[in-house]
């Protein structure tokens, strides 16, 4: 079945870096377009970033030039690259694919998510 576990979120200080990483499993994922969400309490989940299958990248407004989607196709692996964090980035990210080739199931599969705190 298809997986998304995500890891490397914490807390860091305002201005600093984090890079977060998204293994998966249980469909071919070169292929597919991997996302990254965020969401804080009483929002709506927010697109952070998009790399498609060929590495296209696509990024919210809020994190242009700052982050930077990344993927390592050998290892099954999507990077959230996260520079000059601000307290506005807190959020809990969240890795996500949609209708993923050679999955038995379609439809959209989200990881577990990680906390990313930023302090000022």
């Known amino acids: 079945q298809v997986q998304l576990v995500e890891s490397g979120g914490g807390l860091v200080q305002a201005g600093g870096s984090l890079r977060l990483s998204c293994l998966a499993s249980?469909?071919?994922?070169?292929?597919?377009?991997m996302n990254w969400y965020r969401q804080t309490p009483g929002k709506e989940r927010e697109l952070v970033a998009v790399?498609?299958?060929?590495?296209?990248?696509n990024y919210g407004d809020a994190v242009k030039g700052r982050f930077t989607i990344s993927r390592d196709n050998a290892k099954k692996t999507v990077y959230l690259q996260m520079n000059s964090l601000k307290p506005e980035d807190t959020a809990v990210y969240y890795c996500?694919?949609?209708?993923?080739?050679?999955?038995?199931?379609?439809?959209?599969?989200w990881g577990q998510g990680t906390q990313v705190i930023v302090s000022s």
């Open positions: 996500n694919t949609r209708n993923p080739f050679g999955a038995l199931i379609k439809g959209e599969y």
């Open positions: 249980g469909f071919i994922f070169s292929v597919n377009s």
């Open positions: 790399i498609s299958g060929d590495r296209t990248t």
